[in-house]
């Protein structure tokens, strides 16, 4: 059984910053993809940046060069810097891992971009 474990999320200024980490464990396939994804209140869940093991990675248009994804394989984490927050980035953020057909999430983490 896999489990991945978020932690991060809170309350943060417009134009401010915020990190996320997700922690996984568990039979956990070393070739593999890590990634973030995040729905807002009525909308759909949505793809906010992924990282693969051999560090491929792939953002949303909404994201690119604010947000920064990253990983160590060694302890089997990702991380998500998020940087100049807009109100729009609000929404509840989940931790994905793939591999070849097997997909497992966190619970998620609530990032609320407010003044």
């Known amino acids: 059984q896999v489990q991945l474990v978020e932690s991060g999320g809170g309350l943060v200024q417009p134009g401010g910053s915020l990190r996320l980490s997700c922690a996984a464990s568990g039979s956990i396939f070393k070739i593999n993809t890590m990634g973030w994804y995040r729905q807002a209140p009525g909308k759909r869940r949505e793809l906010v940046a992924s990282?693969?093991?051999?560090?491929?990675?792939d953002y949303a248009d909404s994201v690119k060069f604010r947000f920064t994804v990253s990983r160590d394989n060694v302890q089997n984490t990702v991380s998500l810097q998020m940087d100049s927050l807009k109100p729009e980035d609000t929404a509840v953020y989940y931790c994905n891992l793939r591999w070849y057909g097997v997909e497992y999430w966190g619970e998620g983490t609530l990032v609320t971009v407010s003044s």
């Open positions: 990282i693969t093991s051999n560090g491929g990675t």
